[in-house]
């Protein structure tokens, strides 16, 4: 049974251009949740998918957008890349919307050159 | 102020030390989970708890929900018990399901 996985591994972009990263669920996982994890800091919640709609969202602008397609996969895009988005993008899974144990996929390194 | 405050940032032990890593959260809850980073990225999910007290190998997790504050315990602590820590809370206000974290506690075990 595979557990959550997210590509790319690492991705290099300059200022400006557009990013899409990509989450496989664990299997038998409907919830799909992102978050920003920049260097020496604890991640930061970025939106959650349920049902393939965006179900919450956290402090992120507008650049930030995602989708969920009927396989309960998931894709984060983010537009306009800044320097500041440099960070590790993590998916986690989990199933429903309760408060639930949530596992996490081995992330996407993006640098923003 | 954070939600979600950590102490300490970093901690250095012995081998075979026991180890305790605090966290207080500043919300109501329905869940605080203690996570697992290695170096690298990926992330574990080490306990899930919202009363009392879980134990699992050498690693003990508890919650006092009156005084919002829980705590890691590594007994007999191994260098292969080095990574970064991580509390999280979950199920605040209408939160569900998603994760707020605290900073990490950063864990090296020495031979």
């Known amino acids: 049974d595979a557990g959550v996985t997210q590509s790319p591994t690492h991705l290099i972009k300059t200022r400006g251009q557009q990013v899409t990263l990509r989450c496989s669920p664990k299997s038998g996982h409907d919830t799909v949740s992102w978050y920003q994890q920049a260097l020496g800091q604890g991640p930061q919640f970025i939106f959650q998918y349920y049902e393939e709609e965006e179900r919450q969202r956290g402090n992120f602008p507008d650049r930030f957008s995602g989708h969920q397609f009927p396989n309960y996969s998931s894709e984060l895009n983010v537009n306009a890349l800044l320097l500041g988005d440099s960070a590790l993008y993590l998916c986690?899974?989990?199933?429903?919307?309760?408060?639930?144990?949530?596992?996490f996929g081995p992330g996407t390194r993006l640098t923003v050159l | 102020k954070n939600e979600v405050e950590q102490s300490p940032q970093n901690l250095t032990a012995q081998e075979g030390e026991f180890i305790t890593i605090n966290c207080s959260y500043s919300?109501?809850?329905?869940?605080l989970h203690w996570l697992q980073q290695h170096p690298g990225g990926g992330i574990v999910s080490l306990f899930m708890?919202?009363?009392g007290k879980k134990k699992h190998g050498r690693l003990i997790a508890t919650i006092n929900i009156q005084e919002k504050h829980s705590s890691l315990h590594i007994t007999a602590s191994h260098p292969r018990d080095s990574a970064v820590y991580i509390c999280a809370v979950s199920g605040w206000e209408t939160s569900g399901s998603r994760l707020t974290f605290g900073e990490g506690t950063q864990l090296t075990v020495n031979p």
């Open positions: 986690a899974s989990s199933v429903g919307l309760a408060a639930d144990t949530q596992y």
């Open positions: 708890l919202s009363s």
């Open positions: 919300v109501g809850i329905s869940a």
